[in-house]
């Protein structure tokens, strides 16, 4: 049974720091392309960042130069590292694993930034 299982969601005040965390088990991780996405109240789901077995990464505008999107395969783990945080980034974050048709989803994780 395939699980992906985010942590590290938390309020902070705007300017603050977090780290995402998603472990996956049940993929042969390392193959699998591992995403964030993020839905705030109202909104469509957008993706914030990507990464490729290969390790390219890719990011939404509005996050670049703040997030940083890593992996170790070795813990089967992808993580998303955001800085600077802004009260626009409150949303739930969810974790993606992708791989041809293969995709599988999070529960999602609540990050609020606000004073």
């Known amino acids: 049974q395939v699980q992906l299982v985010e942590s590290g969601g938390d309020l902070v005040q705007p300017g603050g720091s977090l780290r995402l965390s998603c472990a996956a088990s049940g993929i042969v991780f390392s193959i699998y392309a591992m995403g964030w996405y993020r839905q705030a109240p109202g909104k469509q789901r957008e993706l914030v960042a990507r990464?490729?077995?290969?390790?390219?990464?890719n990011y939404v505008d509005s996050v670049k130069g703040r997030f940083t999107i890593s992996r170790d395969n070795n813990k089967n783990t992808v993580y998303l590292e955001m800085n600077s945080l802004k009260p626009e980034d409150t949303a739930v974050y969810y974790c993606n694993a992708n791989f041809q048709v293969k995709d599988y989803w999070g529960q999602g994780t609540q990050v609020a930034v606000s004073s």
């Open positions: 990464i490729t077995r290969g390790g390219t990464t």
